[in-house]
């Protein structure tokens, strides 16, 4: 029985445990192919090697950086998604300081369940906590699903990226996933 099938619970969301740091990094190697561009004709595996590599001093940056944090929901204990914060980011244009969701991932088990909205939540109310007005975070363009539930809980685009592909007579244009890496979700990987 998945989540969405189970009776209503209510999930709660708490700092991560150093002993779920293994569980964060392995879920977040899982899910790193949900944010690829469909535009992105890399690897799935390369994009997971190197978040592997990323994600190999999570222990570190948890212990040493004092605006990292990492929140988990968990029902009944278990864990069910995580969500990677930075409390000191900057907005490149006007130099405020923002909290940005770097990451945020959910057991596929969970996808359906509230996870997200509690992650968000609780990320939110920890940015004002610090003083911070705003949160941000990053959707890969393709990947819909996401986009909508942000902007059910209220987020706004602000930006869009663009990205063309160069060759030696200039602008090409971008190559295309292969059909079996396209992935289903982040506010990268929010599968609700």
């Known amino acids: 029985m998945s989540l969405t099938d189970a009776p209503s619970r209510r999930i709660e969301v708490r700092e991560v445990r150093p002993e779920e740091l293994p569980w964060v990094r392995e879920l977040a190697v ?11 004709d890399i690897p799935a595996t390369e994009v997971q090697r190197r978040a592997r ?8 940056a ?3 950086d004092p605006g990292f944090r990492i929140l988990v929901a968990v029902d009944l204990d278990r ?18 300081t923002q ?5 945020l991932a959910v057991e596929p088990a969970a996808w359906g369940s509230q996870a997200v909205h509690a992650l968000v939540r609780q990320a939110a109310r920890l940015a004002h906590q610090h003083g911070l007005r705003y ?13 909508v539930v942000a902007q059910r809980l209220g987020f706004v685009i602000e930006r869009h990226q663009i990205a063309v592909q160069c060759g030696p007579e200039g602008l090409l244009p971008m190559p295309e996933r292969p059909s079996e890496d396209h992935g289903a979700s982040s506010l990268e990987n929010c599968h609700e």
Not at 79 to 96: F, K, N, Q, V
Not at 99 to 103: G, M
Not at 135 to 147: C, K
């Open 30 to 40: 899982r899910s790193v192919i949900h944010g690829i561009p469909g535009s992105r």
């Open 135 to 147: 949160l941000v975070g990053e959707v890969t363009a393709a990947n819909r699903r996401p986009l």
């Open 99 to 103: 909290a940005l969701i770097r990451d």
């Open 53 to 60: 590599q990323a994600f190999g001093d999570l222990e570190d």
């Open 79 to 96: 864990p069910l998604g995580y969500l990677m914060l930075d409390l000191a980011h900057r907005e490149a244009s006007t130099g405020e």
């Open 62 to 64: 948890f212990r040493t």
